[in-house]
Every structure is written in structure tokens, then in C-alpha cells.
């Protein structure tokens, strides 16, 4: 999908690879990366790449869905989204990921919440980015949300 207009960009610039150290582009944080012991590593001190874009799908999944309900007159005030990343064998060769995203918000009824999910999955950038590559499972409280 082509934009029609760039709102914004960055970049980031990874040496060492998963063992390595990470920055982006316009003097934000470094991070030092760790490799994972399911991959071989020692969990080390440091971050992972799935860590790193869990953090980032989760922040942009909030502030899709926090808009997304804004248009539906839902207030999402005390609301929590966690994304969780798994890593592992496609079955076709290579690794390909799985996400997670649950969404903690005690003031709505969980049957309109599981309806905020599905918009904002629609909505959010990063679902968009993954739509049809990664499988996303959604969930209120720990309960998963039928398709809809």
C-alpha cells in the first residue's frame, strides 16, 4: 500500500545483529540486544527485536484504539494493552512470528470491547503492516474475542 503523504519517519541502525546493539536514526535511545535462550542465548541483559516491536505494536495499538473509541463515545480511562510476540518454526521453513493482544479495560462491557478491538485492528498501522502475514489472536481480559 502506497502512502499519499509521509506524517512522519525514522529509522534505526542495528550492529552485532541479535547479540548486538541497536539505535535509531535521530539520536533517540541505543539498546543493547540480548539473544533469548529459546534462541540459543544466555538472556542476557538487554532487549530482543520481538520485545522491541512488541513494545512499539503495543504503544501504536493503544492510541489506535483509544481513537477509535473516542469516535464511538467509549472512554477508555484506566485501559491497558498488552502485546505479547512468539517466535517460531513456520512449518514452511524459516521463523515467522504470532501476536497476542489483549486488552485490559475495566470500565467497558467486555462484549463492547472485544467490538473496539476489532476496529482498532483495522485501524492500527502495525495490523495493518502484518495483516496476512502474522496470525493476531484477540482478547479482553484474557478471554479471546470471537471473529468478527
Known amino acids: 500500500m502506497a502512502l499519499s503523504r509521509v506524517l512522519y519517519r525514522t529509522g534505526a541502525v542495528a550492529e552485532g545483529g541479535r547479540a548486538g546493539r541497536v539505535r535509531v536514526d535521530d539520536g533517540g535511545p541505543e539498546f543493547t540486544l540480548a539473544v533469548p535462550a529459546g534462541l540459543g542465548g544466555d538472556d542476557g541483559a538487554g532487549v530482543n527485536p520481538e520485545q522491541l516491536f512488541a513494545a512499539g505494536y503495543a504503544a501504536c495499538f493503544q492510541s489506535a484504539l483509544e481513537n477509535v473509541a473516542s469516535g464511538y463515545g467509549v472512554d477508555l480511562a484506566g485501559s491497558r494493552v498488552r502485546v505479547g510476540v512468539a517466535l517460531g518454526p ?19 462491557d467486555p462484549d463492547e470491547a472485544g ?17 496476512g502475514n502474522v496470525e493476531v489472536t484477540l482478547s479482553v481480559r484474557g478471554a479471546p474475542v470471537p471473529a468478527s
Open 115 to 131: 467490538r473496539l478491538l476489532h476496529r482498532a485492528h483495522r485501524f492500527c498501522p502495525y495490523s495493518q503492516a502484518i495483516a
Open 90 to 108: 513456520t512449518g514452511r521453513g524459516g521463523l515467522g512470528l504470532a501476536v497476542d493482544i489483549d486488552l485490559d479495560a475495566p470500565t467497558v
